[in-house]
């Protein structure tokens, strides 16, 4: 199994697995094809913040993964956020996950990694577990800009 950088020539089959995994229970919001688009044009762009990456097995992609790079002030170092995290269901179990968060590891030594994880997708927790993430208990919030306009400015 090789882990490489997204090209544009993989994104139809990016596609076809961000509809999976973003109808999954894995994942809180549905997305949509103007959402994942955009997503993978900056991860094959030049954009400083997001970076993807395919699982390629005999010119075959098992699953995908994207990175976006922030600091954190709560722990005074740079953060990588696992963002998306996809395997396909016949290439799960085979460590790919576990191979991908070593590999960025790597690519990242001296930074803090984050990542979310849905409580029922036990799976994956024990794998985030098995790496040595632990849970947190924050409450995350969110709000989202109409065209950039806050009704609080």
């Known amino acids: 199994m090789k882990i490489r950088t997204m090209t544009h020539e993989d994104t139809e089959q990016i596609l076809e697995m961000m509809r999976v995994f973003y109808t999954s229970p894995a994942v809180l919001s549905n997305g949509s094809e103007e959402i994942f688009r955009n997503d993978i ?4 762009g030049d954009n400083p913040y997001l970076e993807g990456y395919v699982f390629e097995e005999e010119a075959q992609l098992l699953g995908y993964a994207m990175i976006a790079k922030s600091f954190s002030t709560e722990f005074g170092k740079p953060c990588i956020w696992i963002e998306d995290l996809y395997i396909r269901q016949e290439a799960q179990s ?25 409580d029922e997708n036990q799976h994956a927790v024990h794998v985030y577990q098995k790496c040595g993430y632990q849970i947190l208990p924050y409450m995350e919030m969110k709000k989202e800009l109409e065209a950039g306009i806050s009704k609080y400015s």
């Open 41 to 44: 044009a900056y991860c094959i």
């Open 94 to 118: 085979k460590g790919i996950g576990t191979a991908f968060l070593s590999y960025i590891e790597r690519c990242y030594p001296d930074c803090i990694f984050r990542l979310e994880v849905e």
